[in-house]
């Protein structure tokens, strides 16, 4: 069974910086293109960033561009999300995704994953 799971959540002050992680298990996610997501309350959830199997291509939203980087080991089977110059706005449910299915333009659509972890708080307080 497929599985990820995020790490490295939790409460900050704005200006703070955290790194998330996704482990994957249950099968090799190397040639598999990974994302983050985040889901405030009451709000959809909506894109962070997403990295290729190869690790070359990234992708961000304009929110977190120039703050966030995404990357990815292979040999770990874990995709990163570094977070720095945190703002309150970034406080989410930060969630690991991973896409089986092969695109041409970027994996910036939820409907995009076919595997999803369960999540990781991260609230930053101002």
């Known amino acids: 069974q497929a599985q990820l799971v995020e790490s490295g959540g939790g409460l900050v002050q704005a200006g703070d910086s955290l790194r998330l992680s996704c482990t994957a298990s249950g099968r090799t996610f190397s040639n598999y293109a990974m994302g983050w997501f985040r889901q405030a309350p009451g709000k959809e959830r909506e894109f962070v960033a997403t990295i290729r199997w190869s690790g070359g291509n990234t992708y961000y939203a304009d929110s977190v561009k120039g703050r966030f980087t995404i990357s990815r080991d292979n040999a770990k089977n874990t995709v990163y999300l570094q977070m720095n110059s945190l703002k309150p706005e970034d406080t989410a449910v930060y969630y690991c995704?991973?896409?089986?299915?092969?695109?041409?333009?970027?994996?910036?659509?939820?409907?995009?994953?076919?595997?999803w972890g369960q999540g990781t708080q991260v609230t930053v307080s101002s």
């Open positions: 995704a991973a896409s089986s299915y092969s695109y041409a333009g970027s994996y910036s659509s939820r409907l995009q994953y076919n595997y």
